[in-house]
């Protein structure tokens, strides 16, 4: 059982978050409104991609240094729902910015850049999908994953920055912290932490189904 209070951890903050982002009480901001709630979920979702694309990063790394196989598939999987969480992200940015901007998809340089950045990262399964070698495999995608995560930081986070955008906290366009209070931050950061957990859970498991086959296979 303390093996795994972390996954109980990160399932009753994700369901904590839910309940009261949904029912707790928020600022009234000029435009927001009721929409500032999908802070609890948009941000959330977008530290839990790039915590997992840290780990996926990390775990490339070691194989390159290593050569062990596993290495390799524990990057792929964490690359795998890093890639998910960051289509949910994009999705509900969508939603919020329908109701908040007039528009699903703006002509803007932040959504622009998530834009292509998550392609970067898609092609990276199309790599992988390539080889049949193994060995070859993971270290062609271990080198690849390494350019991705080089490649999306700065362009969804440092660029964005050092040009007029409508999204908060890029091209002078504040961000939400002046908008939050504490009623909201007590939800905001456990469904941070809730969402970054679920994600290594949810990686955990794709890795140990993985692993299974692999030694059935073999």
Not at 65 to 82: E, F, L, N, P
Not at 173 to 184: I, L, R, V, Y
Not at 198 to 214: E, F, M, Y
Request: net charge positive.
């Amino acid at each position: 059982m303390k093996k795994y209070w972390w996954k109980f951890l990160g399932a009753g903050l994700l369901i904590y978050s839910v309940i009261f982002g949904f029912l707790g009480d928020t600022p009234r901001r000029e435009i927001l409104n009721e929409t500032i709630r999908m802070v609890y979920f948009h941000v959330p979702m977008w530290f839990g991609m790039m915590a997992l694309m840290v780990s996926s990063l990390i775990y490339s790394v070691r194989y390159l240094r290593s050569g062990d196989i596993k290495y390799d598939i524990y990057a792929s999987q964490y690359a795998a729902v890093s890639v998910v969480f960051g289509i949910l992200g994009f999705c509900t940015g969508m939603l919020w910015g329908n109701f908040t901007w007039g528009d699903w998809l703006p002509k803007d340089p932040k959504i622009i850049a998530v834009e292509v950045g998550l392609l970067i990262y898609s092609a990276y399964f199309v790599l992988r999908g390539s080889f049949d070698d193994e060995q070859r495999r993971g270290r062609l995608s271990a080198i690849y994953n390494i350019f991705a995560f080089a490649s999306f930081m700065p362009l969804v986070w440092i660029l964005p920055r050092l040009t007029d955008s409508l999204h908060p906290g890029n091209g002078g366009n504040p961000a939400f912290g002046s908008d939050m209070d504490m009623n909201m931050r007590i939800v905001f950061l456990p469904a941070v932490l809730g969402w970054i957990l679920i994600g290594n859970w949810i990686s955990t498991l794709k890795i140990r189904l993985k692993l299974i086959n692999k030694k059935i296979n073999e």
